[in-house]
């Protein structure tokens, strides 16, 4: 089962892993191209032009900005940073934040996202904030549901986090695909730690490249300690650069994502396959039958759920891919079921 949970290496079509179908921007792969005779030197410790960079696009200072080796690196020297005790997450959502807060010895306590309300999150979230945390981690668009949080309502938690003494920590690495903006530097500015990633939107996992806004600067200079110096190369730094340099290339990717997730979402209910609403560039599948084993038999992976908190084996997601795909796993499922 676990070769079905995420980036299926064996899969003909991967849509276990959810990234940009249009891949990276031509820019980037110039960058890169260029940056490779850099490689005999030490990549800036500082990421002075990447977060310059980051700062126009974002419209922050780039001393509000650190970078990392991708998200993860940032959610895991974060908790590592502000050494809390106590923790409140929701469930279902991206393992990375639990697996940090374990690694810390922190208490972890779940808010669960209800399957009848489409995993949305309640109106009561705010008062249970009140249960005497350190941290809380929000995902908008949440992994692995879709589902997002508006400004006004993220503000609002930003805001009773602060008053109570909680760090609130800010997950949008989906929130580009997204066609609703949010400011991520508003919610730096009100006291978050905004963690966003160049993995999914600009399609470069392997080069690993994340960033955090944030107006704190006792916990930007702990994060910053509780991280590896270098930890950013210079291919990374160099492609990230060239990619938002591509300013029209985040509004052609939520045109396309958006227009293809529709699309998959109206053949997955013609078949039966129930769907959650979604914001990013991945779709939350519920089936009786085995998605998972029916789209491998003809090589195609899907990301099976049953490992996230909340979650069973009749959940799947699915990534939102180039049309040609999308019909090719829509032409799977629908034989499966078929013959099943």
Known sequence: MD???????????DFSANINPLGMPEGAYKALSGAIRSCGTYPDPECTVLREKIGQRENIQPE????????????????????????????????????ALSAAGCEINFYALKEENDFALGDDYINVLEGGYDIVFLCSPNNPTGGELSEQCLLEIVTRCKRLGILPVIDMSFADFSENTVSANVLAEAGAAVIKAFTKIYAMPALRLG????????????????????????????????????????????????????FLTEKFGAM???????????????????????????GIALRRCENFCGLDGSFFRTAVRSHEDNIELVMALERGLLNG
Not at 70 to 96: M, N, Q, Y
Not at 217 to 230: C, F, I, M, N, R
Not at 272 to 298: C, V, W
Request: proline share 2%; hydrophobic share 40%.
């Open 3 to 13: 070769k079905y949970e995420h980036g299926g290496t064996d899969a003909r079509i």
């Open 64 to 99: 509000h900005i650190i970078c990392g080796n991708g998200a993860a690196d940032l959610i895991f020297r974060t908790v590592f940073a502000a050494k809390p005790k106590k923790a409140l997450l929701l469930a279902p959502t991206f393992s990375e934040y639990e697996k």
């Open 211 to 262: 960033y955090m806004l944030c107006c704190d600067e006792d916990l930007l200079g702990k994060v910053s300690l509780a991280g590896q110096s270098w930890s950013v190369n210079s291919l990374a730094q160099a492609a990230g650069a060239a990619a938002l340099d591509d300013s029209d290339f985040i509004g052609r990717t939520v045109e396309y994502i958006s227009r293809e997730r529709r």
């Open 272 to 298: 039966g396959i129930k769907t959650y609403p979604a914001a990013a560039n991945f779709i939350l599948l519920k089936s009786e039958h085995d998605l998972a084993d029916i789209a491998m038999e003809s």
